[in-house]
């Protein structure tokens, strides 16, 4: 069993910056990908960005790229979301996500939700116009 805990959310101006922290405890993840999403009120939960366990591979969301940085250090069982220029549709309560997954880390498979048997509670972000 994996424990997944984020934190790093908060309230910030539009144009600004976040770095979300997701802590796992329990079993390493440090051989499982892991992968951002995030959840707006009354929408689905959608992809973010994801980063394979050596970090040889990263995908975005085509709505963060440039903006959004995923990383890892697998030392202290983290995985980071550095959120620059953040907008107010960026809005959401941020979850991370990892799993042992069998075969190419692709970003179709990244992208998917049912590929994650592990999840946090989620962090807000809130970013004002």
């Known amino acids: 069993q994996v424990q997944l805990v984020e934190s790093g959310g908060g309230l910030v101006q539009a144009g600004g910056s976040l770095r979300l922290s997701c802590a796992a405890s329990?079993?390493?993840?440090?051989?499982?990908?892991v992968a951002w999403f995030r959840q707006a009120p009354g929408r689905e939960r959608d992809f973010v960005a994801a980063?394979?366990?050596?970090?040889?591979?990263?995908y975005y969301a085509d709505s963060v790229k440039g903006r959004f940085t995923i990383s890892r250090d697998n030392a202290k069982n983290t995985v980071y979301l550095q959120m620059n220029s953040l907008k107010p549709e960026d809005t959401a309560v941020y979850y991370c996500?990892?799993?042992?997954?069998?075969?190419?880390?692709?970003?179709?498979?990244?992208?998917?939700?049912?590929?994650?048997?592990?999840w946090g509670q989620g962090t807000q972000v809130t970013v004002s116009s």
């Open positions: 980063v394979s366990w050596s970090e040889s591979s990263t």
């Open positions: 329990g079993r390493s993840f440090s051989s499982y990908p």
């Open positions: 996500a990892t799993g042992q997954i069998s075969g190419w880390y692709s970003a179709t498979v990244a992208k998917s939700l049912d590929n994650y048997a592990y």
